[in-house]
């Protein structure tokens, strides 16, 4: 019998969350860069249109859902591929928590951002 | 019992020569994706410059747009996003069991398809520009 090449253990949540975020983020980076480059210029945005855009609940609710896929899919991404390369033991702890930490100050800096266009503060 | 294909050692990049249609779409997959996850971190830190001030953001992305290379680096950023999502709805398609024998045929499909479109966006990307 052939071996198992896939560095996801079989039947594992993080295999299934990786598949799952990149059917949605199929259609949602698609969606992004259309929205952005193709009806809007990227040379054309300004901070009055991206308030605008946030401020409505189902674009920012949609944006923040994206942050956190993505952070997701990528960091994830990223960390298999490190695994393939061989990463075992204290190190491949220490990538893990530093792509942890990696991925929880990305999320909250983008939300961060977000509220500042959505005018959202605490 | 279920039948694999024997691929080899794929992270002995040195064997270039030997890899098949899969194994370079394995390789461009692994190489756009550390682009993309790279590109989120250089995004997120440009738009923050909204919560500094509205005018900083504004002035900072226009201009990052007045500039040549950022629109080249753009078309560089939509062919690996294209490339990526294509190849990943075919990898999706593959973990379903669906058309595992055009495989090979859908990751060419996904290259020509994503050339089309960088091509076809660089009127759109360069417009102002100069």
Redesign the interface.
């Known amino acids: 019998?052939?071996?198992?090449?896939s560095s996801f253990k079989p039947g594992g949540t993080l295999w299934l969350l990786q598949?799952v975020t990149?059917?949605f983020?199929?259609i949602v980076?698609?969606f992004h860069?259309f929205l952005l480059?193709?009806v809007n210029?990227?040379?054309e945005?300004?901070?009055?249109g991206?308030?605008y855009r946030m401020g409505t609940l189902s674009y920012y609710s949609l944006m923040v859902t994206f942050?956190v896929t993505?952070?997701f899919h990528?960091?994830n991404?990223?960390y298999n591929?490190l695994v393939?390369?061989?990463l075992d033991g204290t190190q491949k702890t220490a990538v893990k928590w530093v792509l942890v930490v990696?991925s929880a100050l990305?999320i909250v800096?983008?939300i961060?951002?977000a509220n500042?266009?959505a005018g959202i503060s605490f | 019992?279920s039948?694999?294909?024997?691929?080899g050692l794929i992270?002995d990049f040195g064997r270039w020569r030997e890899f098949t249609a899969g194994m370079w779409a394995w390789i461009f997959h692994?190489f756009t994706?550390?682009v993309?996850?790279g590109y989120?971190?250089t995004h997120?830190a440009v738009?923050?410059t909204?919560?500094i001030g509205?005018?900083v953001?504004?002035e900072t992305?226009?201009s990052l747009?007045?500039l040549f290379i950022v629109r080249v680096l753009?078309v560089g950023l939509?062919s690996v996003?294209v490339f990526h999502?294509l190849n990943?709805?075919r990898?999706?398609m593959v973990?379903l069991g669906v058309g595992l024998e055009a495989q090979d045929k859908s990751f060419y499909a996904a290259l020509i398809l994503t050339g089309v479109i960088a091509i076809a966006?660089v009127p759109?990307?360069v417009?102002?520009?100069f």
């Open positions: 019998m052939a071996e198992r090449y598949r990149a059917a983020l199929v980076l698609a860069f480059h193709f210029h990227a040379s945005i300004t901070f009055a991206s308030q942050l993505a952070t990528g960091v991404g990223v591929a393939n390369q061989g990696a990305l800096q983008g961060r951002t500042a266009f | 019992m039948q694999s294909y024997n691929r992270e692994k994706g550390w993309l996850v989120l971190f997120i738009l923050s909204a919560t509205t005018g953001y504004t992305l226009q747009e007045s753009e939509l996003a999502i990943g709805v990898l999706l973990d966006s759109t990307f417009e102002g520009v």
